[in-house]
């Protein structure tokens, strides 16, 4: 008899923003399999004696393959009952969870999702800006910064994203900061419209970084910013 999977968003960093849901689902899963970025006071909520595995993925240092992390989900759900697949921000966002679903489904594991609060809507709460607004922006936009090879994705449309009356919000948008503003810019993004570079929204190491697009790479270079950041840009940001 197979056990069920609960894909659980973690939300971006403050445990107080999970849902009455996921702390539910956690505190009664029996396997938790968790990433990098998920609070930590979370996994002080789990059962004694849940088995407890960290497959988060972090630079200069050796990572959990996703195949394996595709194994561990269906090995766990066949052994115990209730397995918490425990991500940070909302799983459904650049979170490779169609890979696990896909996982799972083909091995009959029962599963659901609980969605999470991303790190977009996060990082526009501590900025107290909107990501919509009536006759400005009637569209938010977002995308990754990086590839799963550490390069911006050749499969954005730029001249699209350039030329959009939408927020724009690029995750993991760091490494690449300079670029996709170049990028934006080059294809007709005005250069003085604010921007907003957000890092490690709703945590104690949280800051902002306010510019204009053409400036926010500087500004972040100055400030040293890190990642996981998001950079916000668009007519609802000023």
Excluded at 21 to 33: C, G, Q, T, Y
Excluded at 189 to 213: G, K, N
Aim: proline letters at 6%; aromatic letters at 4%; glycine letters at 8%.
């Amino acid at each position: 008899m197979s056990g069920f999977v609960s894909f659980i968003g973690a939300g971006p960093g403050d445990p107080d923003l999970i849902t009455v849901k996921a702390l539910r689902r956690l505190r009664e899963a029996e396997v938790i399999v968790h990433d990098r970025l998920v609070p930590e006071a979370l996994l002080d909520e789990v059962a004694a004696g849940a088995e407890i595995i960290d497959v988060g993925k972090a630079p200069r240092r050796h990572c959990i393959g996703q195949s394996e992390i595709n194994w561990l989900l269906v090995d766990r759900a066949r052994r115990r009952r209730n397995v918490a697949r425990l991500k940070g921000g909302d799983p459904a966002i650049f979170g490779r969870l169609a890979e696990e679903i896909a996982a799972v489904r083909a091995a009959g594991v029962p599963f659901e999702i609980i969605p999470g609060v991303t790190a977009a809507t996060a990082a526009a709460a501590l900025a107290g800006i909107s990501l919509t607004e009536r006759g400005a922006a009637s569209m938010v936009v977002l995308a990754t910064g990086t590839d799963h090879s550490g390069q911006l994705p050749a499969t954005l449309d730029w001249d699209l994203l350039a030329r959009a009356d939408a927020t724009l919000v690029f995750y993991m948008a760091v490494q690449g900061l300079p670029t996709i503003t170049a990028a934006l810019t080059a294809l007709g993004r005005d250069p003085r419209e604010p921007a907003l570079l957000v890092e490690r929204a709703m945590t104690p190491q949280q800051r902002i970084v306010p510019a204009s697009l053409g400036d926010i790479a500087n500004a972040a270079r100055d400030a040293r910013i890190e990642s996981p950041a998001v950079l916000i840009t668009g007519p609802t940001v000023g």
